[in-house]
C-alpha cells in the first residue's frame, strides 16, 4: 500500500534514515575537529609566513643589489640605505631534522649574504653596518668558521707557525722575527675576527718565554682590530684608521682581511703603523685574484711603497704574501738607481695611473674579487 503519494514526489527507495541522536552528535564532534584542524592550520602558517619573512627580505635585498647598477662611491650610499636586514633571533628550541634542515640553508644564506655585504661595500659602511647590528658579526662568524673547518689548514695557524718557527732565531737577525729597536715584537692582526691570532701566539710566547733562559725571553703585544668587540683582546676600528702611532709594529697581519671595497687604505694604514725593517703579512683566497696568480697584487703593494719578501703558492685554498718597509736608505738607493735608469718619472707615473683607477674603480672590483662562498 502507497502510504505517502503525493503528485511530484516519488520516493524511489526502500532504505529509510530514522533520526539517530548519537550519530547526530558523532556529526557534530567530526565537524567540530574539522574546524579546529583548519584554524590550526591557519595559525601555523602565519607563524611560518613570520619567520620568513626576513628570509625574503635578505632575498629580496640580494636580487635589488645584483640588479643595481655598478657606479662606484655613489653607490656604496645607496647599497647602505639598502641593508635593512635584521639580525635572526637565535632560537635554541628543540627542532626536527627537517626544521633543522631548513635552519641550516637559512643560516647559510645569511652568512653569504652578510660575507657578500662586507666584500662590496666601502669600510666606513662596513663599520655603521656592524655597529647598527654587531649579530651580523657573530652571525657571519659562525658561518665563516664553519667554512675553514672544511678547509685542510686554516690560515691563521700557518701564521703561529711563522711565528714559533721565526723565534728560534734571535729578533731581526736573518731568518728571525722582525722586531721594533727595542727588540719587542709588536703585532697588530687586522680584521681579527675573534682574535684567535693574539690568543695562540700569547700563549706560544708564554710557553717559549717559561722554556727559556732569560736573555733568550721575547717580549711581545698584539693588537687585534675588527669592527665589533667579540672579546677583550680586540679593539674596534676600521683598519683603514688603527689607533696606533706611525711606525710603532714590527709585523701587520691581514688574514683574509682584505675585505672593504677601499682595501689599498688598509695596505697605506699597514704602511703608516709599521717600523722600517718591518714585515707586512697577508692570506688571500686565491680565487680572489683576477690573474689567479696574484702578480697584479704584488705590483700594486710595490707601488704603495713595499718590497715583495715571498708569495707562498702551496695552500689549496689561500695564498701568503710576505712585504717589508723598506728603510729610508734603501728607499733613497732605490730611487736613485730608478733615476739613473731614466725609471723615476715612469714609477711616479704608475703610482699616479693606480690612484687614478681606484677613483674611477674601487680596488675591490678589479685588483682582488669578492670572495663568494658556494652553497655547500
Ligand atoms: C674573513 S674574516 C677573517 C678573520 C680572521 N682574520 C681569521 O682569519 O680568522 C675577515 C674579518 O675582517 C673584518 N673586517 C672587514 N672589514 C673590516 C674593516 N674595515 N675594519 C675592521 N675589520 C674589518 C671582518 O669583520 C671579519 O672579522
Not at 627580505?57 to 657606479?71: C, D, F, G, H
Not at 672579546?231 to 683603514?240: C, E, G, L, Y
Not at 714585515?279 to 686565491?286: G, P
Request: with cysteine; net charge positive; charged share 35%.
Amino acid at each position: 500500500m502507497v502510504l505517502f503519494n503525493v503528485d511530484g514526489w516519488d520516493l524511489k527507495t526502500d532504505n529509510v534514515i530514522y533520526y539517530d541522536a548519537s550519530s547526530e552528535r558523532a556529526a557534530q564532534k567530526k565537524k567540530e575537529q574539522k574546524e579546529k584542524k583548519k584554524e590550526q592550520k591557519k595559525q601555523q602558517n602565519l607563524k611560518k609566513s613570520r619567520h620568513e619573512e626576513p628570509t625574503n627580505k635578505l632575498a629580496n635585498a640580494s636580487k635589488r643589489k645584483m640588479e643595481e647598477p655598478t657606479s662606484p662611491l655613489k653607490e656604496n650610499k645607496v647599497k647602505f640605505a639598502k641593508l635593512e636586514l635584521k639580525a635572526a633571533p637565535r632560537t635554541e628550541k628543540t627542532l626536527t631534522p627537517l626544521q633543522q634542515k631548513m635552519m641550516a640553508k637559512l643560516t647559510g644564506s645569511r652568512f653569504r649574504w652578510i660575507n657578500e655585504q662586507l666584500y662590496t661595500i666601502s669600510s666606513e659602511d662596513a663599520l655603521r653596518l656592524i655597529q647598527e647590528q654587531p649579530q651580523l658579526f657573530d652571525e657571519y662568524h659562525d658561518g665563516f668558521k664553519s667554512q675553514v673547518a672544511s678547509w685542510p689548514e686554516n690560515p691563521v695557524d700557518v701564521f703561529v707557525e711563522q711565528i714559533r718557527q721565526r723565534s728560534k732565531k734571535p729578533i731581526n737577525a736573518p731568518g728571525g722575527l722582525p722586531g721594533l729597536p727595542t727588540k719587542q715584537i709588536v703585532i697588530a692582526d687586522m680584521g681579527c675576527g675573534e682574535a684567535q691570532l693574539a690568543l695562540d701566539i700569547n700563549k706560544f710566547f708564554s710557553q717559549y718565554n717559561k722554556k727559556s733562559k732569560k736573555y733568550q725571553q721575547k717580549s711581545h703585544v698584539v693588537h687585534s682590530f675588527d669592527l665589533k668587540k667579540a672579546n677583550d683582546r680586540i679593539t674596534v676600528a676600521d683598519i683603514k684608521h688603527v689607533p696606533l702611532p706611525d711606525s710603532s709594529c714590527s709585523i701587520v697581519v691581514f688574514c683574509l682581511a682584505l675585505m672593504g671595497t677601499n682595501f689599498l687604505d688598509f695596505i697605506k694604514e699597514a704602511y703608516r703603523i709599521l717600523a722600517p725593517r718591518g714585515e707586512l703579512w697577508i692570506a688571500e683566497i686565491k680565487s680572489r685574484f683576477a690573474d689567479g696568480k696574484g702578480d697584479e697584487f704584488v705590483e700594486a703593494l710595490k707601488l704603495l711603497g713595499f718590497f715583495h719578501k715571498k708569495t707562498d703558492n702551496e695552500n689549496k685554498m689561500f695564498t701568503r704574501f710576505e712585504f717589508f718597509k723598506p728603510p729610508q736608505d734603501i728607499i733613497d738607493e732605490r730611487r736613485a738607481k730608478l733615476e739613473r735608469r731614466h725609471k723615476f718619472i715612469e714609477t711616479e707615473n704608475e703610482k699616479e695611473a693606480l690612484e687614478k683607477k681606484r677613483l674611477q674603480i674601487a680596488e675591490g672590483k678589479w685588483l682582488l674579487k669578492p670572495c663568494i662562498y658556494k652553497r655547500r
